[in-house]
């Protein structure tokens, strides 16, 4: 009967260990050789009017080709500018007031759950200090908000009473801003104005 085959040293080891990962490193050299060598293919171009309307134009000056055309499609990208700019920058903001009622109810539960382990002790050590912490620095945080925010709304009832008042006049003021754009533009953004602002006020 054969001997049992010798248990390998440390030393076969590490050889077997050096030659697999130069064998790997062989292979991962050749797929990157492989790789660089193929053609690769060209980029799809970005869908997107807005570019194909600069490339159609600027290729048109390059080439002296008829600019005149394009002015109907690039008329219709650049009206208005100023009056898009102030409806988008107030669905920005709405949505920017939706994120912040998000984000502090997420908070409230996260902290809610720390809350109820650190008072139930089933935290460690550790983890006691962690939350402790968190809460020191929350505390510090709500505090300075609070002393800065001391004396700020003193009239709760004219505020939201003006609230109203904005937004029964949103239909006329969405109106005047979206002055410039076509019919079917101004159609859409004065019916997105004006149930965002009746959301945001309700």
Same mark, same amino acid.
């Given at each position: 009967?054969?001997?049992? #085959? ?15 990962? /130069? *064998?790997? /490193? ?15 293919? #060209? ?24 600019? %005149? ?11 208005? *500018? ?11 903001? /709405?949505? $920017? ?6 984000? *502090? ?69 969405? $109106? ?6 076509? #019919?079917? $533009? ?15 006020? %309700?």
């Amino acid at each position: 009967m054969d001997d049992a #085959p010798a248990s390998l040293t440390t030393d076969d080891l590490l050889l077997n260990l050096s030659t697999t990962m /130069a *064998q790997l /490193a062989v292979v991962i050299r050749r797929e990157r050789t492989e790789a660089a060598s193929k053609p690769s293919d #060209p980029a799809p171009p970005p869908n997107s009017p807005v570019l194909e309307v600069y490339r159609d134009l600027v290729r048109a000056i390059s080439t002296g080709g008829d600019v %005149k055309s394009l002015m109907p499609k690039v008329r219709q990208f650049v009206s208005a *500018q100023e009056s898009r700019s102030r409806v988008f920058a107030g669905l920005t903001l /709405a949505h $920017g007031f939706e994120r912040i009622d998000k984000f *502090q109810r997420a908070r409230a539960v996260v902290e809610d759950a720390l809350l109820s382990r650190l008072t139930s002790g089933s935290m460690s050590v550790a983890e006691m200090l962690a939350a402790t912490e968190y809460f020191d620095a929350q505390l510090t945080r709500a505090e300075k908000s609070v002393n800065n925010s001391a004396g700020g709304i003193t009239d709760v009832a004219a505020l939201l009473e003006k609230l109203g008042v904005v937004a029964e006049e949103a239909p006329s003021k969405i $109106g005047r801003v979206v002055e410039g754009t076509t #019919p079917a $533009g101004r159609d859409v953004i004065r019916k997105i104005g004006y149930a965002l602002l009746t959301r945001t006020t %309700k």
